[in-house]
């Protein structure tokens, strides 16, 4: 098994490539871009994150929530993201730009100001998360529980605001 263990890769672009099953445990990546890459079951371990971009990527069965929780920095463009975990990260500012993102979870996370612009959420799972200030306005299929989870100043639109209402079983007419 290939592993980029406890390596510093910065300023690679790494295009077409099948990580699967593949570790990062211990790495540090700066400024890293992987575009058209299978990032499945690949293992985080300590990861850290700076200013790094999936593009056009498949990334399933990935617990983000495992990796280095400082300065954590990455944006999903293009994506699509499954059966992975976000849980109990601050993920501030954090971008998914027309993404698939479906079942995951965002369990205790911080996605205050954060963007899901033109992305799909279906199965997404978001319990006592911050939500203030972030914006849905373009993102569909989701559903989130307002007594379960801060949605200050959140910003949606309609007819997807009724992903907001689920909770309470309210028939729309």
Do not use: W
């Not at 099948?18 to 211990?26: A, C, H, L, R, V």
């Not at 300065?71 to 601050?90: E, G, H, R």
């Not at 799909?120 to 989130?144: C, E, H, P, V, W």
Request: aromatic share 14%.
């Amino acid at each position: 098994m290939n592993t980029f263990q406890e390596k510093t890769l910065e300023s690679k672009h790494f295009k077409n490539e099948d990580f699967t099953g593949k570790s990062f445990n211990g790495s540090t990546l700066i400024k890293c871009v992987f575009e058209n890459c299978n990032i499945s079951n690949v293992s985080l371990v300590y990861t850290n994150f700076q200013e790094v971009v999936f593009n056009n990527c498949k990334i399933m069965g990935i617990d983000f929530s495992k990796i280095n929780t400082f300065l954590i920095d990455f944006t999903f463009k293009n994506s699509a993201i499954s059966l992975s975990s976000f849980s109990n990260l601050m993920l501030k500012n954090i971008t998914f730009e027309s993404c698939d993102i479906h079942d995951c979870d965002f369990f205790k996370t911080d996605l205050s100001k954060s963007k899901f612009h033109n992305s799909s959420l279906k199965g997404s799972r978001f319990q006592m998360a911050n939500l203030s200030f972030a914006d849905f306005q373009t993102a569909r299929n989701y559903t989130i529980d307002p007594t379960q989870n801060t949605i200050k100043k959140i910003k949606v639109s309609f007819p997807e605001l009724i992903g907001l209402l689920d909770c309470f079983n309210i028939e729309i007419m």
